[in-house]
């Protein structure tokens, strides 16, 4: 199926019918976010990757109570790093330079202009360019999982706080930032599963200089 | 191909050809970034096409001098909306009702909740927000073109204030956030093309809770 399809198949689903997805498709939506290009290459987010039931439903008052934190399969969090700092730089360029072969030197003086320019800033800021990087691999996640036909709802509405605190994030200096359950829809019991999806116009969504 | 085959053939190719792509590949590429799921599907951004050469030449002190901006043969440029506004919300809404035959006042409490806690924030909250979105479409994006075999290089690299102010997108409340120049590989002209793709280890990215 074309990727274009698949995104017109995909739809934010709201019930689950609880099914297991595959481990084997379960990898894939993961390494689609793992290979998604990052600036620099720092990849400044972390995936969380949830199966345990008790957890799971432990986060549902935390979201709102939406219903497929507990339905889904697997629950994926994007966690960003909170801040920029040296060291977390310093060693993305040293597995970078492991993985080549290549020589630390090589890369002195870039990695010194992004500390220079990165660890200054306020913690607020780095955490959002963080948060945005995380946003290309959820592009990429949910592309994924449309085209191995599972079922993924992008959600923003989670009090990020909490979940924090249940994952103990914070002591690994992340911060969730948006929420990704897996898992198969629940098509007699999902009020959005017959509607059509709505874009804005082609006329409107493109602006072109030819 | 796979898109894990596809991701891991991608790279942020760095010299491109200036051979053209097919405007049907275009079109593809274009449709995934509107296909892309946002934030109560607002669609907080607009995507710029450019392909006048004079332009993109225009547009390459603006970039640090990249060179894929003028050897490119499609320049997007991921445009976010300025800030929240009633009669933004209330349009994206308009064409859903128009598109499925439902009655406005189904989601009236729905616009007026998303109205009063997104119009009162701070616009630098309100843009940040709408920038997050179009990042969702640029992995999507991404992940199109790879698996058309089509070059990208995502690019933050650039002065928005000075595309912005090229483009005219200040006076459509737009504002320029991450380009995408498409074209082809110059293999033997990229010093990347040959390197090993290099990404944090599976475990270290993933944090599990079986």
């Known amino acids: 199926m074309s990727i274009i399809e698949s995104l017109n198949w995909r739809y934010a689903t709201k019930k689950m019918n609880g099914n297991a997805v595959p481990q084997d498709k379960v990898d894939q939506i993961i390494e689609a976010t ?32 939406q219903a497929q934190i507990a339905d889904s399969s697997h629950l994926l969090v994007f966690a960003a790093w909170d801040n920029y700092t040296e060291e977390r730089i310093n060693n993305v360029f040293a597995n970078m330079h492991k993985e080549r072969g290549t020589p630390p030197e090589s890369t002195a003086d870039y990695q010194k202009m992004l500390i220079n320019s990165y660890v200054p800033r306020p913690e607020e800021v780095n955490f959002n360019h963080a948060a945005r990087q995380a946003y290309i691999a959820l592009g ?14 992008p959600m923003e509405g989670f009090d990020a706080d909490q979940f924090d605190e249940f994952l103990g994030l914070r002591a690994k200096g992340l911060k969730s930032v948006v929420i990704l359950p897996l898992g198969y ?26």
């Open 34 to 65: 793992r290979l998604a290009p990052t600036s620099s290459g720092l990849q400044p987010f972390r995936l969380i990757v949830i199966t345990n039931q008790e957890l799971k439903e432990k986060l549902v008052p935390a979201s709102f109570n």
């Open 140 to 153: 990429m996640a949910l592309t994924e999982a449309a085209e191995l036909k599972v079922d993924a709802t």
């Open 185 to 210: 829809r629940d098509e007699s019991g999902d009020w959005l599963a017959g509607l059509k999806k709505v874009r804005t116009p082609l006329s409107e969504f493109v602006i072109e200089f030819n």
